[in-house]
């Protein structure tokens, strides 16, 4: 799992895809999960990562972030 390399994202959130022109607005947690990604954190330690920072049961992160990878992917910020 990776972010595509041309995806440019701000200190404030803002993603911007060069390739669709599509810019969207991250708020913090939604920024951290995509710097873990771009460092090339597997799902598994941005999991445990998050656990330890957070204060929320496993279960409803691991679907909070699935959900967030899909939206990712369905925006073509993935690479496939």
């Known amino acids: 799992m990776l972010i595509k ?3 440019a ?3 404030n959130g803002f993603v911007f895809n060069p390739s ?5 607005t991250m708020n913090h947690t939604g920024k951290e999960v995509i710097m873990l990604i771009k460092e090339g954190k ?5 999991i445990e990562l998050m656990l330890e920072k957070y ?6 992160l691991e679907r909070y972030l699935l ?8 925006n073509s910020l993935l690479e496939e």
């Open 5 to 7: 390399g041309n995806i």
């Open 9 to 11: 994202l701000s200190d």
């Open 20 to 24: 669709s022109g599509d810019s969207f």
């Open 42 to 46: 597997t799902i598994n330690e941005i």
């Open 55 to 60: 204060d929320v049961d496993k279960m409803t």
């Open 67 to 74: 959900d967030f990878m899909n939206d990712l992917s369905s």
